[in-house]
């Protein structure tokens, strides 16, 4: 800047890189924004208008990151998919309480990635944003040297939804004789993956399995599917919703049970991706681990009504009924799977 | 779990750990719980109920973490302030457009930490939004071996805020004849610690300079001053408010301006804290530059009419007037130091 200068860019923050980063996500951004947005990129925060006309509107917020996913996507080199992951996932979280996105908000950081490496991981957290509709209001890219590990970065995401406080799921309705549906999962989604990369260990990301059909890379680098706008016309009757994630079936289902029920599964009524029966066998890992560890083909499920269940299964791709809700001692809330 | 299982734990990830650390950040998370919330913690989403009576009201988000004041937390071994920084300036970020908090979620990410690290952490993000009244209402603790550097560690925060609509502060109303006066910040802050850590490279953290009469590392960890309820009185009198952040005075108070202004400031009409007078000297780093990393003891900028400038100057303790806005070229927003 001056003759006299320690620069920035020599404490290992390069200020043009970012400058860099913004000149080539401000479009993909710019995409999200709504008529409901009146921040533009670069202000303090992003302002957001609420819904006209709601009666009790609760907020709903959700954050998370997609795990070592990250570490996969930069050994495969391919950046532009984990912000759709991130941006699918918290969504869904934030869906298992009825409410849908208003904004989005994400965070990147790296030690040392180009400025292309960098806007195209931020380009598909604004791609899915853009396909669902959410506008991405603000962002923040940090290169923070000496706390990443060399070509290693984080992304983080939240979201925040907006509901009539009647509408929010809360697993309460939840009772005795509801059944139990699976939606399927898109592939690993963003658990379990530190995991299966030790399982992987040996492999090269662009190693082929047979049973897997296309690079290992490309597989684990499936994008985490997003259930909103397939559940969305019917939540008015849905019970309860549980977004598989980290604790599989065993620890995510008991999240939305009251205390005196349990749910039991049969394994077999849905079906189990070639990719976990192949982690399985790679990795010598126990039915009831794997179960905790990956959704084993389980992306959300859904507790509802049985005489509203048929519509869901004929409508939504994949979904099957695999299991009911019985009576149980209070604070039970156990799952079964019967083999 | 069982006897045929390749534990979770070999992969890195340590599930009992994380349990652990929940049990040691469920007293300072609940406490900031208040009667607008309408989720536990480890629900899919933080549930939060809107102000009644709002008109039009608009929501505020702001993400962020602390840069690379984390490696020093961790090098210094004090984990319990950069939870404070985080929120801290999570929510000045917002109060430029007006907003008050309504929820805030944190993040953290690291390989190796002890659950009381972590949970020491995860509590000072706690502290903070108790003192400040906010609910913390989600949060995710992700251990992603391979990413982060032994002993480093991320921490991100979301604020949501919201206001009327027609009380954003959007820098619209600031104009020529306006006074601008400064906040004084309480240190670094939260911005240009890669470039501090770098001039002090050659001293240990408990080395104590005589000009700051403490330990480098704790004048470095000292907190990130929130303005929040300092400004609050005087919201509705204040045209335009600047958080000096990443690219100081420079890049900051021209986000605030209109068009045709610009803002000119006299050096040596607020009080640079000695700190910043060290990594000068030590650094050999320009007045230009200084200015454009550290916020040099300017937290915030307060820019309101002549008229309204001397009760916050009296009420807020270390508030000084240091400047005018001015009239200049369409588009100029320019910045100048007078020496």
């Given at each position: 800047?001056?003759?006299?200068?320690?620069?920035?860019?020599?404490?290992?923050?390069?200020?043009?890189?970012?400058?860099?980063?913004?000149?080539?996500?401000?479009?993909?951004?710019?995409?999200?924004?709504?008529?409901?947005?009146?921040?533009?990129?670069?202000?303090?925060?992003?302002?957001?208008?609420?819904?006209?006309?709601?009666t009790n509107p609760v907020l709903?917020?959700?954050?998370?990151?997609?795990?070592?996913?990250?570490?996969?996507?930069?050994?495969?080199?391919?950046?532009?998919?984990?912000?759709?992951?991130?941006?699918?996932?918290?969504?869904?979280?934030?869906?298992?309480?009825?409410?849908?996105?208003?904004?989005?908000?994400?965070?990147?950081?790296?030690?040392?990635?180009?400025?292309?490496?960098?806007?195209?991981?931020?380009?598909?957290?604004a791609a899915a944003c853009e396909?669902?509709?959410?506008?991405?209001?603000?962002?923040?890219?940090?290169?923070?040297?000496?706390?990443?590990?060399?070509?290693?970065?984080?992304?983080?995401?939240?979201?925040?939804?907006?509901?009539?406080?009647?509408?929010?799921?809360?697993?309460?309705?939840?009772?005795?004789?509801?059944?139990?549906?699976?939606?399927?999962?898109?592939?690993?989604?963003?658990?379990?993956?530190?995991?299966?990369?030790?399982?992987?260990?040996?492999?090269?990301?662009?190693?082929?399995?047979?049973?897997?059909?296309?690079?290992?890379?490309?597989?684990?680098?499936?994008?985490?599917?997003?259930?909103?706008?397939?559940?969305?016309?019917?939540?008015?009757?849905?019970?309860?919703?549980?977004?598989?994630?980290?604790?599989?079936?065993?620890?995510?289902?008991?999240?939305?049970?009251?205390?005196?029920?349990?749910?039991?599964?049969?394994?077999?009524?849905?079906?189990?991706?070639?990719?976990?029966?192949?982690?399985?066998?790679?990795?010598?890992?126990?039915?009831?681990?794997?179960?905790?560890?990956?959704?084993?083909?389980?992306?959300?499920?859904?507790?509802?009504?049985?005489?509203?269940?048929?519509?869901?299964?004929?409508?939504?791709?994949?979904?099957?009924?695999?299991?009911?809700?019985?009576?149980?001692?209070?604070?039970?809330?156990?799952?079964?799977?019967?083999?």
């Amino acid at each position: 800047m001056t003759d006299k200068t320690t620069q920035y860019s020599a404490a290992g923050v390069d200020l043009e890189a970012a400058d860099k980063v913004l000149d080539s996500i401000r479009g993909g951004v710019r995409a999200t924004l709504n008529q409901n947005v009146l921040s533009g990129i670069g202000s303090y925060g992003g302002i957001v208008r609420l819904p006209k006309g709601m009666t009790n509107p609760v907020l709903v917020s959700s954050v998370d990151s997609v795990g070592t996913k990250v570490s996969i996507a930069s050994a495969y080199g391919n950046f532009s998919t984990v912000g759709r992951d991130l941006v699918n996932h918290c969504v869904n979280d934030i869906l298992c309480t009825g409410a849908t996105p208003l904004l989005f908000v994400d965070y990147i950081a790296h030690s040392d990635f180009s400025p292309e490496e960098t806007a195209s991981a931020i380009n598909g957290v604004a791609a899915a944003c853009e396909d669902l509709d959410i506008p991405l209001v603000a962002g923040e890219t940090a290169q923070l040297p000496g706390v990443y590990q060399a070509r290693e970065f984080d992304l983080v995401g939240t979201v925040v939804g907006v509901l009539e406080e009647e509408n929010l799921i809360l697993g309460s309705k939840v009772a005795p004789e509801d059944v139990v549906i699976a939606l399927p999962s898109n592939g690993i989604h963003t658990n379990g993956l530190s995991l299966a990369r030790k399982v992987f260990s040996n492999y090269e990301l662009d190693f082929v399995f047979p049973e897997l059909g296309r690079p290992l890379g490309e597989e684990l680098l499936a994008i985490h599917r997003c259930y909103l706008n397939e559940l969305l016309p019917f939540l008015p009757s849905i019970h309860g919703l549980a977004h598989i994630t980290g604790g599989g079936i065993w620890d995510n289902i008991p999240r939305i049970l009251p205390e005196e029920t349990c749910v039991t599964l049969e394994w077999g009524s849905w079906q189990v991706p070639p990719l976990f029966h192949l982690i399985q066998s790679l990795g010598d890992i126990s039915f009831r681990e794997l179960l905790h560890v990956f959704n084993m083909g389980i992306g959300m499920i859904v507790i509802c009504d049985r005489k509203d269940a048929d519509q869901i299964i004929r409508t939504i791709p994949g979904a099957s009924l695999i299991g009911e809700v019985q009576t149980n001692t209070p604070g039970a809330r156990q799952v079964t799977v019967r083999r």
